[in-house]
């Protein structure tokens, strides 16, 4: 592409990097940044900034949050007792939207990866296993997507678990294998968390 503008050119480069964003894409919206209310696009550069300097991850669950300890850990009437362990923030506002769990979550952060270089090091697992060390955990349930990382990580925390004694679920499969947790529609999502098997039975 030939732009006649360096700033252009600059912009338009940076927009590129978004996933799933080419050049010509970035054009297009580079350039209705620059055609919309100069003000607007002010608010986009303030909202990335401070998303970006003052977003914090809850100390809690790890979940992105603006506080220290995010809404749902800091909502004594949810019970702390059963946690429910995902992959990430997406995960978390899917089974929120069925208002079906009432427990705490544990986010990881991702998931075990050999090819992409995740190791259990790089999640939030010996966080997990230490919350559970300190005994007033009950219940882990595993709701991450059923792939071959999903399953290798449910079974790697597992293994993790085991000697604490403690009763680990996994959602009942109506999500299919595959499937991210974030596009399974709420009614299966919440009944597959309310009808959650033991992890033994899943293996
Ligand atoms: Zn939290």
Redesign the pocket.
């Known amino acids: 592409m030939n732009f006649s503008s360096k700033l252009l050119e600059n912009a338009v480069n940076e927009v590129s990097q978004l996933p799933g964003i080419g050049k010509r894409t970035a054009l297009r919206l580079v350039l209705h940044l620059l055609k919309q209310p100069k003000s607007q696009t002010h608010q986009l550069a303030l909202a990335l900034g401070e998303l970006v300097d003052e977003i914090k991850l809850?100390?809690?669950?790890?979940?992105i949050?603006d506080v220290e300890?995010?809404?749902?850990?800091?909502n004594t009437s949810r019970n702390s007792e059963i946690i429910c362990v995902v992959e990430d923030i997406r995960d978390v506002m899917a089974i929120e939207g069925t208002a079906q769990f009432k427990g705490?979550?544990h986010?990881l952060g991702g998931k075990i990866s050999p090819i992409e270089g995740i190791g259990p090091q790089n999640l939030t697992i010996e966080s997990l296993v230490n919350k559970v060390k300190l005994g007033t955990v009950k219940e882990v349930i595993f709701a991450l997507s059923s792939t071959i990382e999903g399953d290798t990580t449910n079974f790697y925390i597992f293994k993790q678990l085991e000697a604490y004694k403690i009763k680990t679920s996994t959602i009942a499969r109506g999500i299919s294998v595959g499937d991210e947790l974030e596009y399974a529609d709420e009614v299966t999502l919440g009944r597959s968390i309310v009808n959650r098997i033991p992890f033994e039975n899943s293996l």
Request: hydrophobic share 30%; aromatic share 6%; charged share 10%.
């Open positions: 809850c100390k809690n669950c790890h979940n949050s300890l995010c809404d749902i850990c800091a705490l979550y986010v």
